[in-house]
């Protein structure tokens, strides 16, 4: 069914999911038709339809690892020695 709708999200594929199960394909198709333009936002189909998809809950974010800490404070090191290299090379002028 994406390549009739728009999907550019996690929320897009669980609405669209939603959909196929509560109204079924043949529904979505004949709605995504009648909205003006090319592929149409999930939301206009299911104005279309007269539906109102429930709201899914957001993903939760992985929790942060010793392994990308460590490598976030490289990075960090490597940004302040380089700023640190670039901002005492100017002359300032009163």
């Not at 939603?18 to 149409?40: E, M």
């Not at 299911?46 to 109102?52: E, F, S």
């Amino acid at each position: 069914m994406e390549h009739l709708v728009r999907v550019y999200n996690e929320q897009d594929r669980q609405t669209l999911e939603w959909l196929r199960k509560h109204v079924g394909d043949a529904t979505i198709a004949a709605a995504a038709k009648r909205c003006a333009g090319g592929k149409p936002f999930l939301s206009s189909v299911c104005r279309q339809i007269g539906v109102r998809p429930p709201r899914f809950a957001e993903p939760s974010r992985p929790a942060p690892t010793a392994t990308g800490e460590q490598a976030l404070a490289t990075l960090r090191g490597i940004l302040a020695t380089h700023a640190g290299r670039t901002s005492g090379g100017i002359a300032r002028t009163h």
